[in-house]
Nanobody
Framework: VQLVESGGGLVQPGGSLRLSCAGF????????MSWHRQAPGKERELVAA????????NYTDSVKGRFIISRDNAKNTVYLQMNSLKPEDTAAYYC?????????????WGQGTQVTVAS
């Protein structure tokens, strides 16, 4: 199993970025996927999660209305569209594979992609 993230970078406050995470070595459409982030000195936190078929989506409160998680099972890819970015969104972002179609136990992680929001 391999998860490969891309799309991070430096963006000004109020800007947008789209993160992508491609999954390899497993049946992507059979598992829930999620995005997490970890800022320096802080614990890793769940940002957004989506079930295997995309029917159930959850967000942490701080990103509701600004971030959108989606998936394309034909491309084995999960996305995180991040809009109206704030300096406090600065963190390393990781995608993770769940161990089931809808569960919150994660068994594989990507290497992370850095998002920096600064003027």
């Amino acid at each position: 199993v391999q998860l490969v993230e891309s799309g991070g970078g430096l963006v000004q406050p109020g800007g947008s970025l789209r993160l992508s995470c491609a999954g390899f070595g497993f049946t992507f459409s059979s598992y829930a996927m999620s995005w997490h982030r970890q800022a320096p000195g802080k614990e890793r936190e769940l940002v957004a999660a989506i079930t295997s078929g995309g029917g159930i989506i959850n967000y942490t409160d701080s990103v509701k209305g600004r971030f959108i998680i989606s998936r394309d099972n034909a491309k084995n890819t999960v996305y995180l569209q991040m809009n109206s970015l704030k300096p406090e969104d600065t963190a390393a972002y990781y995608c993770a594979k769940s161990s089931s179609r809808w569960g919150s136990r994660y068994d594989y992680w990507g290497q992370g992609t850095q998002v920096t929001v600064a003027s």
